[in-house]
């Protein structure tokens, strides 16, 4: 057994395990009727000790009351039979108070059976609430869902053009070394340059040919010779650089330039990967200028 208080009256009262498990430890007060949370207000032992006995001593005082209004009725002849049933009250009023009767006892039992404390109405409250939150959550996300999926149609398309676009733009500007790379390409790069005017050649890499070999000397018939060995050191075809020769004396002073396209040095217009290519060319001189010509120089460049 527990000891409780009513935080209306003060009054303490015993409550067993079977009595808090009827209303979920919620009781009503037999004094003066107010419902409340045993569990709460439950007393240490010596308060529960020092409140039973407040309670026997005020229980104490009602009896010594009583066997006085007792002794004084019968010092006086003068009660009748109407008055005994008001003394009769009285006392079953004054012995409530010490011993509540069984059928008190059956009805504060079943006040507790049918009391629903007011906290257990207000907490389906929350959770209704939380019920409607989640809802109408859900109901969000499934019309944000529903405003994606019909997004329109458009926005897609365009990005999938300026995807597009994109690419073509990157394809055209290393239009040059795909087609090195793949030849087979070749096609495909002259039918997209047609359409907007751009032109297709092979790559211009200057720093990929390289001179490994060359020489000039005088023939016995009194002409020059050329001979150049050019490489490509890359690993896909370039164009075929021009080769300027410049004629010099005896100063290093230039006597006579001359540029030279690769077709008149009998080369193709571009060079396969990682092979060389080799010329030989004879030419002649004015005779005022031959005694002039002691040395050369070749430089390969794109126009």
Same mark, same amino acid.
């Given at each position: 057994?527990?000891?409780?208080?009513?935080?209306?009256?003060?009054?303490?009262?015993?409550?067993?395990?079977?009595?808090?498990?009827?209303?979920?430890?919620?009781?009503?007060?037999?004094?003066?009727?107010?419902v409340?949370?045993?569990l /709460?207000?439950?007393?240490s032992?010596?308060?529960?000790?020092?409140?039973?006995?407040?309670?026997?001593?005020?229980?104490? @005082?009602?009896?010594?009351?009583?066997?006085?209004?007792?002794?004084?009725?019968?010092?006086?002849?003068?009660d009748?039979?109407?008055?005994?049933?008001?003394?009769?009250?009285?006392?079953?009023?004054?012995?409530?108070?010490?011993?509540?009767?069984?059928?008190?006892?059956?009805?504060?039992?079943?006040?507790?059976?049918?009391?629903?404390?007011?906290?257990?109405?207000?907490?389906?409250?929350?959770?209704?609430?939380?019920?409607?939150? @989640?809802?109408?959550?859900?109901?969000?996300?499934?019309?944000?869902?529903?405003?994606?999926?019909?997004?329109?149609?458009?926005?897609?398309?365009?990005? @999938?053009?300026?995807?597009?676009?994109?690419?073509?733009?990157?394809?055209?500007?290393?239009?040059?070394?795909?087609?090195?790379?793949?030849?087979?390409?070749?096609?495909?790069?002259?039918?997209?340059?047609?359409?907007?005017?751009?032109?297709?050649?092979?790559?211009?890499?200057l720093?990929a040919?390289?001179?490994?070999?060359?020489?000039f000397?005088?023939?016995?018939?009194?002409?020059?010779?050329?001979?150049?060995? /050019?490489?490509?050191?890359?690993?896909?075809?370039?164009?075929?650089?021009?080769?300027?020769?410049?004629?010099?004396?005896?100063?290093?002073?230039?006597?006579?330039?001359?540029?030279?396209?690769?077709?008149?040095?009998?080369?193709k217009?571009?060079?396969?990967?990682?092979?060389?290519?080799?010329?030989?060319?004879?030419?002649? /001189?004015?005779?005022?200028?031959?005694?002039?010509?002691?040395? +050369?120089?070749?430089?390969? +460049?794109y126009?």
């Amino acid at each position: 057994m527990q000891i409780t208080q009513c935080p209306e009256c003060h009054t303490a009262f015993k409550v067993s395990p079977e009595h808090l498990a009827v209303a979920n430890g919620w009781v009503r007060c037999g004094r003066c009727g107010g419902v409340f949370e045993a569990l /709460l207000h439950l007393e240490s032992d010596e308060a529960s000790e020092v409140a039973i006995a407040h309670e026997q001593n005020a229980l104490g @005082a009602d009896t010594a009351a009583q066997a006085v209004l007792s002794r004084s009725a019968e010092n006086t002849d003068t009660d009748t039979d109407a008055d005994k049933p008001t003394r009769a009250k009285r006392e079953t009023a004054t012995g409530s108070t010490i011993q509540p009767a069984a059928s008190d006892i059956d009805a504060f039992h079943d006040s507790l059976l049918s009391f629903v404390p007011g906290s257990l109405h207000q907490s389906t409250s929350p959770s209704n609430d939380v019920n409607g939150n @989640a809802h109408s959550h859900v109901t969000a996300n499934a019309s944000s869902s529903e405003q994606v999926s019909t997004r329109p149609v458009w926005l897609w398309l365009l990005a @999938a053009l300026l995807t597009l676009t994109g690419l073509l733009q990157l394809v055209l500007w290393n239009r040059h070394v795909l087609v090195a790379q793949e030849p087979a390409l070749q096609g495909l790069i002259e039918g997209l340059c047609a359409p907007i005017g751009c032109e297709w050649h092979w790559p211009q890499t200057l720093e990929a040919v390289q001179i490994e070999n060359s020489s000039f000397t005088e023939n016995a018939d009194g002409t020059y010779r050329l001979q150049l060995r /050019l490489k490509n050191t890359q690993h896909h075809a370039v164009a075929m650089p021009l080769l300027e020769l410049t004629l010099t004396d005896e100063r290093d002073e230039v006597v006579l330039r001359r540029v030279f396209q690769p077709q008149e040095l009998g080369l193709k217009d571009h060079m396969p990967a990682l092979r060389d290519a080799r010329s030989t060319l004879n030419f002649d /001189l004015d005779d005022n200028l031959k005694p002039r010509v002691m040395g +050369f120089r070749a430089l390969i +460049f794109y126009p």
